[in-house]
């Protein structure tokens, strides 16, 4: 069975940094793109960051760019998320999910780890 478990997520000031991670069993973590997700309140779900099997391709979208790091560690089965300079529009529920390949959708997610950025 398949479970992603996200964890870090909490309340920082604006400005401030949290380091999410997203640790993985049930697959073979080397074989799996990631992405991190997040939904805020009355928001559609958007994609943060991606990262390829072996971390050689990285997207970031532009609201985060500059400011968050994707990272992933294949020996210990975890990404990684590390935010900096978090805005009070970084508050949202974040997801880690995983995928075979770029051509499906996403099959695996986690449960999320509430991120609230206060101002």
């Known amino acids: 069975q398949v479970q992603l478990l996200e964890s870090g997520g909490g309340l920082v000031q604006a400005g401030g940094s949290l380091r999410l991670s997203c640790a993985a069993s049930?697959?073979?973590?080397?074989?799996?793109?990631l992405g991190w997700f997040r939904q805020a309140p009355g928001k559609e779900r958007e994609v943060v960051a991606t990262?390829?099997?072996?971390?050689?391709?990285?997207y970031y979208a532009n609201s985060v760019k500059g400011r968050f790091t994707i990272s992933r560690d294949n020996a210990k089965n975890t990404a990684y998320l590390q935010m900096n300079s978090l805005k009070p529009e970084d508050t949202a529920i974040y997801y880690c999910?995983?995928?075979?390949?770029?051509?499906?959708?996403?099959?695996?997610w986690g449960r999320g780890t509430q991120v609230t950025v206060s101002s």
């Open positions: 999910a995983a995928r075979r390949t770029i051509f499906v959708e996403y099959a695996h």
């Open positions: 049930g697959l073979t973590f080397s074989g799996y793109h």
């Open positions: 990262i390829t099997r072996s971390g050689d391709s990285i």
